[in-house]
């Protein structure tokens, strides 16, 4: 359920905000920071539920369907269709009940066979994964940061309880500063959104020519992509019992900024980037993370015991270090890249042919084609 909910977000937001990419990079960084804190907030809960309970793993498995059954109920309810094809289709139903009966979306016309709606839906986002670089590379940098956060779920208790020897219950409170620096991410987006666009980066940024405005506002994952090697070598060797707690705890905050801004960047970017196929990207690019996120944990221990926690969150800070180039790359060649993607032109095709009205013919017995724009305003149908 929360991979669906993380695959269907950026998709919604590239529908609501495709023409207006500071909104879409703002609305990426709250998606960002309400999908990554959720875990970070839960260990206030679970470590209490854990160190004054028998059963807490019990009461985990009655409460989440109990929880997840009155949710989705609510979420149906108020939770607007934003993908354009939908909205129209819901268009021309209304104005076919009205008695307008040659009222039709375009799509309405060709009916999809089986083969033609797996390949849209299922065999679309590994064709994606495999021959787009920009896909490829975001996913590198979010599985990363994302198996990171995981692996911390088992490394913090290591650190803080058998090293410094907190109190079971009291371990949670130590991810409260990973979600101080998710919060952060969020307050400063808008000043450093405005400071990537009056920053040149010499050497990067072709000489005599503008960047283009999704790799102008790339430029913000710049920070978070150092922020996470410099908050991992920190935890790592501040980590040992000679050390006060308070510096391990602290290094929480630059590595909370550094995942909201490699999660927010990357996903508004490849929203910008494929449009009508932004949910395609993005479930790619979950798949992946969340596969990685679920073996983080298993190895954590295995990872510790025989490397130490210095030396083995060391490993990882090591790896996001030389990830580091990636988005130097798409800063530099990103406009290059969409402009040969296959994916991304057919999108943005897609997307024109819906901005287009056209009417077929006047007689009544015609098919009219709904095709209306679909901006923010767009998601209300009614």
Not at 4 to 28: E, F, V
Not at 116 to 134: D, G, S, W
Not at 165 to 176: A, E, K, T
Not at 230 to 241: V, Y
Request: aromatic fraction near 12%; charge should be positive.
């Amino acid at each position: 359920m929360h991979a669906l909910r993380t695959l269907r977000g950026p998709g919604m937001i590239a529908d609501l905000y495709s023409n207006d990419l500071p909104a879409l990079g703002l609305a990426s960084t709250v998606f960002a920071f309400c999908t990554l804190s959720g875990p970070c907030f839960a260990t206030l809960v679970g470590f209490f539920i854990a160190a004054h309970t028998s059963h807490g793993y019990a009461y985990y498995r009655v409460s989440s369907p109990v929880l997840l059954s009155t949710k989705y109920p609510a979420h149906r309810l108020w939770v607007l269709r934003t993908y354009g094809p939908a909205v129209l289709e819901k268009r021309a139903k209304k104005l076919r009940k009205s008695g307008k009966t040659n009222a039709w979306a375009a799509h309405e016309l060709h009916h999809k066979s089986i083969s033609e709606l797996l390949r849209a839906h299922v065999i679309r986002p590994f064709t994606m994964i495999i021959y787009e670089p920009i896909i490829q590379g975001a996913a590198v940098w979010v599985t990363i940061t994302y198996g990171i956060l995981y692996f911390f779920f088992e490394v913090y208790p290591i650190v803080f309880i058998t090293q410094h020897n907190i109190p079971f219950q009291l371990c949670g409170i130590f991810f409260l500063s990973i979600s101080l620096g998710m919060i952060i991410s969020i307050g400063t987006f808008k000043p450093l959104l405005a400071l990537t666009e009056k920053v040149r980066l010499p050497l990067i940024e072709p000489k005599g020519k503008a960047l283009a405005m999704p790799e102008t506002h790339l430029k913000i994952v710049l920070l978070g992509c150092f922020c996470l090697p410099i908050s991992l070598f920190w935890f790592a060797w501040t980590s040992g019992p000679e050390t006060h707690w308070i510096a391990p705890a602290l290094a929480g905050i630059p590595f909370g900024f550094g995942t909201t801004a490699v999660f927010f960047s990357f996903a508004s970017y490849m929203s910008s980037t494929y449009t009508l196929y932004a949910s395609s990207a993005v479930a790619a690019n979950t798949l992946f993370r969340s596969i990685v996120a679920a073996i983080f944990p298993i190895i954590a221990h295995s990872v510790t015991d025989r490397l130490g926690t210095q030396w083995g969150v060391t490993v990882f800070a090591f790896i996001s270090l030389g990830m580091v180039p990636i988005p130097f790359i798409f800063v530099r060649y990103g406009e290059t890249l969409r402009a040969r993607s296959r994916h991304a032109k057919e999108a943005q095709a897609l997307l024109a042919q819906m901005h287009e009205k056209e009417i077929q013919g006047d007689d009544a017995s015609q098919a009219i084609l709904v095709l209306a724009t679909i901006n923010k305003q767009g998601a209300d149908v009614a």
